[in-house]
């Protein structure tokens, strides 16, 4: 997804209502939806995908990202069936939308 398809993504309510929360935390925000707050922050601090242009962090979440999506994706077709599932909403949180795969 690209950066201004997911921040109005997660402006949405289904975005916001979808995923799990700290377990540590008395923050209302979902894993996911924090993620893709870093995803759109990535995306638009580095808008050519240049290598040289990530941090440390960039990387490592980029790293987390790509290893919640691909196990998502392998554990359940529904994402890419039903879009009201809950799997599809994570996903989309995570800056993957499995209809455009």
Do not use: F
């Amino acid at each position: 997804m690209s950066a201004p398809e997911l921040r109005e993504w997660l402006q949405g309510d289904l975005s916001k209502a979808s995923g799990w929360h700290k377990s540590d935390s008395s923050d209302t925000e979902t894993i996911g939806h924090e993620s893709g707050r870093k995803i759109v922050s990535i995306l638009e601090h580095n808008p050519d995908k240049d290598p040289s242009q990530y941090d440390s962090d960039d990387l490592q979440h980029m790293r987390r990202v790509v290893a919640y999506c691909k196990r998502h994706l392998a554990q359940e077709e529904t994402a890419k069936r039903n879009t009201n599932s809950k799997s599809y909403k994570s996903l989309k949180n995570w800056g993957h939308d499995p209809l455009k795969t």
